[in-house]
């Protein structure tokens, strides 16, 4: 019973360890996007998750907050990314979609039909959506 104990803990730790590992092989950029800072990140083996730094004030409302997560996904070669982005509802909480898009170096553009919901949080149909990314700071200065 205490090797069984001692072989989870010792699991456990080596998880951390290479959770920690990860995400020290991640880049991070910061985007604008229809006046939030974004914070963009990308690590080995492409996965990209853009989350909200500084979100603009009516999102407050929904429930966003610094650290909401707005993408999840997949930069591959050549930038070509596709994932899940969210919309937020008061009522309902964040709804995700599918998005593709590309990453044109100073600029992100993902789009994807987000999904219209009535008052009970079903979906009663789409429209399509353009997401446009700005790279800000340093790294638009240095034209990356």
Do not use: W
């Not at 006046?35 to 009516?58: A, F, K, N, V, W």
């Not at 907050?65 to 070669?77: I, K, P, W």
């Not at 919901?117 to 429209?127: A, E, P, Q, S």
């Amino acid at each position: 019973m205490a090797r069984r104990h001692f072989l989870i803990a010792a699991s456990l730790a080596l998880g951390l360890f290479a959770s920690q590992a990860q995400a020290g092989n991640c880049a991070m950029d910061e985007y604008d996007h229809n006046g939030s800072l974004m914070e963009m990140q990308i690590c080995d083996g492409g996965g990209m998750t853009i989350s909200y730094s500084r979100p603009r004030r009516g999102l407050m409302g929904v429930g966003v907050r610094s650290g909401t997560l707005f993408f999840d996904g997949v930069e591959q070669a050549g930038g070509v990314i596709s994932g899940q982005a969210r919309i937020f509802n008061r009522t309902c909480g964040p709804i995700p979609y599918a998005v593709t898009g590309r990453n044109h170096g100073g600029s992100i553009v993902l789009r994807g039909d987000v999904p219209a919901l009535d008052n009970g949080c079903r979906v009663t149909g789409y429209r399509p959506e353009k997401l446009l990314f700005t790279l800000q700071g340093a790294a638009a200065a240095r034209g990356a």
